[in-house]
């Protein structure tokens, strides 16, 4: 069963922008608040997925180095959905974006492919 829905992906050039969305039903969003709160990840071909950037149930975010000032991370409570506005995209932020509850992660979903072009 799916819980977490990754969507917003897509090919920009480099420079460009994109928002990624991770929807959720209400009680699984309530629940993810309730603790740890969510983060987006990222893994590119050869590499470990990271992390890179999280959100809390007071708002409270955080992001990876290479993001910061470029990437921010929002929640929507009405709409039960998290954003990750990324703007000044490099090629290599490319990557297959995914998010996830933090400190006890869900099965992992299909994630959104990123692809940003030189």
């Known amino acids: 069963q799916v819980q977490l829905v990754e969507s917003g992906g897509g090919l920009v050039q480099s420079g460009g922008s994109l928002r990624l969305s991770c929807a959720a039903s209400v009680s699984m969003f309530r629940s993810i608040f309730m603790t740890y709160g969510l983060g987006w990840y990222r893994q590119s071909p050869g590499k470990q997925r990271e992390l890179v950037a999280s959100?809390?149930?007071?708002?409270?975010?955080d992001y990876v180095d290479s993001a910061k000032g470029r990437f921010t991370i929002s929640k929507d409570n009405a709409k039960s959905t998290v954003y990750l506005q990324m703007n000044d995209l490099k090629p290599d932020d490319t990557a297959v974006y995914y998010c996830?509850?933090?400190?006890?992660?869900?099965?992992w979903g299909q994630g959104t492919q990123v692809t940003v072009s030189a």
């Open positions: 996830n509850r933090r400190g006890r992660p869900l099965p």
């Open positions: 959100i809390t149930a007071g708002d409270s975010t």
